[in-house]
Nanobody
Framework: QVQLVESGGGLVQAGGSLRLSCAAS????????MGWFRQAPGKEREFVAA????????YYADSVKGRFTISRDNAKNTVYLQMNSLNPEDTAVYSC???????????????????????WGQGTQVTVSS
């Protein structure tokens, strides 16, 4: 089992940047495929980005591609989400999540599905003002 704790959220003006961190404890961090999701008030949870165990493969939602970067440091048991060019539509609670599933080929289509992730952090609020 793994415990996840996010940090780095806050209030930022449109066009600004934030870096979120998700610290993991418990079972070996490098065993987990990691993802970031977000949920705005009144909306469903939305996939943001994901990263393979080694960090060599990344996945992004179209809405954040080119603006957000996911990375991980297995030595520090941490996954990051660098968010640039933020806009008010990015306002949400951001949560990291962990999966023990191995994804390849067409099975990778499951990556954006929150149900694929067994472990979740409590979330960190990101608010972007216009």
């Amino acid at each position: 089992q793994v415990q996840l704790v996010e940090s780095g959220g806050g209030l930022v003006q449109a066009g600004g940047s934030l870096r979120l961190s998700c610290a993991a404890s418990g079972r070996t961090f490098s065993s987990y495929f990691m993802g970031w999701f977000r949920q705005a008030p009144g909306k469903e949870r939305e996939f943001v980005a994901a990263i393979s165990r080694s960090g060599s493969i990344t996945y992004y939602a179209d809405s954040v591609k080119g603006r957000f970067t996911i990375s991980r440091d297995n030595a520090k048991n941490t996954v990051y989400l660098q968010m640039n060019s933020l806009n008010p539509e990015d306002t949400a609670v951001y949560s990291c999540a962990a999966s023990l599933t191995y994804y390849s080929g067409s099975y990778s289509n499951r990556i954006p599905n929150p149900g694929e992730y067994a472990y979740w952090g409590q979330g960190t609020q990101v608010t972007v003002s216009s």
